[in-house]
T-cell receptor, first 114, second 113 residues
Framework: GAGVSQTPSNKVTEKGKYVELRCDPISGHTALYWYRQSLGQGPEFLIYFQGTGAADDSGLPNDRFFAVRPEGSVSTLKIQRTERGDSAVYLC????????????FGPGTRLTVL | AQSVSQHNHHVILSEAASLELGCNYSYGGTVNLFWYVQYPGQHLQLLLKYFSGDPLVKGIKGFEAEFIKSKFSFNLRKPSVQWSDTAEYFCAVYGGATNKLIFGTGTLLAVQP
């Protein structure tokens, strides 16, 4: 399909482990965003890429969280030393170049840290 | 800091009832406003958006929203809901020199047949 895809759809891990979450944006979209949605809350901004560079990473909660987008397309969100509080749905979105364009969301990855 | 408030957390309506979901934001400058919907088992999708011009915007599936700058509001409306409108609705705002979408906490709408 032509939409944003995310893998895996579900990830269960143990406290202290490392996880990687992948996002494939819509082809041609230069802007890519990561959000985190906890139960009963709206999506919360984590980081925004314009091309290969992180234009705004002010939403990353701490230095255990890191994201890359080396070729300006696929992005990986990396979480080190996972904690139970990291359990949430991690959403990826992409948009065309330029500010304030409509963001298209993927289905999310549900992360559960035991 | 920008914030978005959705005061109705859970709304239950019968089919054909009218719907209005409240959304208020806190930002004094130019804003771009959105309503997103998440149907059960599906991902977030755009319902409608306001960037400029006519403050009454129409979206998909008969939804509309009115931007009232003086009230910092962007309420969502539909004159007659259907069972298929059962979903979670999120208001979101872009504002200032940022590409962050700030979301409200969402309103869960259940329409009873």
């Amino acid at each position: 399909g032509a939409g944003v895809s995310q893998t895996p759809s579900n990830k269960v891990t143990e406290k202290g482990k490392y996880v990687e979450l992948r996002c494939d944006p819509i082809s041609g979209h230069t802007a890519l965003y990561w959000y985190r949605q906890s139960l009963g809350q709206g999506p919360e901004f984590l980081i925004y890429f314009q091309g290969t560079g992180a234009a705004d990473d002010s939403g990353l909660p701490n230095d255990r969280f890191f994201a890359v987008r080396p070729e300006g397309s696929v992005s990986t969100l990396k979480i080190q030393r996972t904690e139970r509080g990291d359990s949430a749905v991690y959403l990826c979105a992409s948009s065309q170049a330029g500010d304030y364009n409509e963001q298209f969301f993927g289905p999310g990855t549900r992360l559960t840290v035991l | 800091a920008q914030s978005v408030s959705q005061h109705n957390h859970h709304v239950i309506l019968s089919e054909a009832a009218s719907l209005e979901l409240g959304c208020n934001y806190s930002y004094g400058g130019t804003v771009n406003l959105f309503w997103y919907v998440q149907y059960p088992g599906q991902h977030l999708q755009l319902l409608l958006k306001y960037f400029s011009g006519d403050p009454l915007v129409k979206g998909i599936k008969g939804f509309e929203a009115e931007f009232i700058k003086s009230k910092f509001s962007f309420n969502l409306r539909k004159p007659s809901v259907q069972w298929s409108d059962t979903a979670e609705y999120f208001c979101a705002v872009y504002g200032g020199a940022t590409n962050k979408l700030i979301f409200g906490t969402g309103t869960l709408l259940a329409v009873q047949p």
